[in-house]
Structure formats: C-alpha cells, structure tokens
C-alpha cells in the first residue's frame, strides 16, 4: 500500500491576496459612484435654489413701483440658510417700453471664479407696454344670460364679441359655412 500524505483543500496565501486585491477594486469603485451621486444630488439642490433666488429677484423687480434701470446691479439673498449672491442685468428690448431682465446667482461659497461658477441663469420682463386686466371681460366665468331680443332691450347683439357688445370680437370666419375638405392624400380612396 501506498500512503501518500493527503493534500489539504484550502487557499493559498496568493489566492487570497489576489481575491482581497478584486474586492478593494469593487468597494473602491462603489463608493467613488455614491460619492459622485451624492454630489450630482447636491449640485441639483443648489442649482434649485439659484433658480428661486433668481425668479424671486425678477419678481422684486417687477413689483417695484418704479421702472428699474437700464444696467448691472448685484446684492445677495439669504435662501435655506445660505447666502446667495445674484447679478442682474436690465436691458432694453426692440418692442418700445419692455425691458429685459437678465438674473445670474451663485452660492456666496461656491468654489472657482467669482464670475464663472453661476448655478443657473434667468431672463424675464416688465415695462409699461404691458397692461393690467380691467375686468370688464370674465373670460373664464359664464356666457351672460339671454335677454329678449338678439341683444336685449336697450342694446343691439355685437355677433363678433357675444359677451360684451362694446368690445369688438375676432373677426368672422369666411369659411364658416364651407365643408372641411380633408388633405391631399389623406382622404379615402375612391
């Protein structure tokens, strides 16, 4: 008989380093991926709340009582207790009496150029060509009541404007009465 030493099944100290070597690739690998998801989900916080700072600084412009100046001006704002640092640009437009407003903000603590490192950008505008409602028209409320006679009693029927006889409508459709005609080539075949 022959009695050779039997052999114990088990991992060499290579095998094992090599396989501790594959694994600190991998959690290496995981953790720089959450790390960069982590900092995406950050930047996209930030760059939110640049966007309400900016929409809240049109906002201020247009509600002031006065027509803002043509030019740069900048100032911080304080938004979920950060501070917030915006640049604002008032241009004029081709259409007379509208201005442009162009709002640039940052964090106060981004890092990178002062200039360069804007979260979001934002353009709005204001000006005297624009006109509040007078309320004389609900457009969105009910169709006034039917009075005898095409326009009541005392006041003729405008057909252009049902709702309002002193306004004058959109025009009449001359193809009112005419059959739709389906396009070339789509219709059916005869």
Do not use: C
């Amino acid at each position: 008989m022959n009695t050779l030493p039997a052999r114990h099944a088990g991992f060499t100290l290579l095998e094992v380093l090599v396989a501790l070597a594959i694994v600190t690739v991998g959690m290496a690998a995981l953790l720089s991926t959450l790390s960069m998801s982590a900092d995406s989900v950050s930047y996209l916080r930030d760059k939110m709340f640049a966007e309400w700072v900016a929409l809240n600084r049109i906002e201020e412009v247009r509600l002031g009582l006065q027509r803002p100046q043509t030019g740069k001006t900048d100032g911080e704002a304080e938004l979920a207790d950060r501070k917030w640092r915006w640049e604002q640009e008032v241009l004029e437009t081709e259409v007379k009496g509208i201005l442009r407003i162009d709002v640039r903000v940052r964090p106060t603590d981004a890092p990178g150029p002062k200039d360069s490192t804007w979260y979001t950008t934002l353009s709005g505008i204001t000006g005297d060509a624009l006109s509040t409602p007078k309320g004389d028209i609900d457009v969105f409320g009910e169709p006034p009541p039917q009075q005898d006679g095409p326009g009541g009693d005392d006041q003729p029927r405008n057909p252009r404007n049902p709702r309002n006889p002193q306004q004058p409508g959109p025009p009449p459709d001359d193809d009112a009465g005419a059959p739709e005609t389906p396009p070339t080539g789509l219709g059916p075949t005869d």
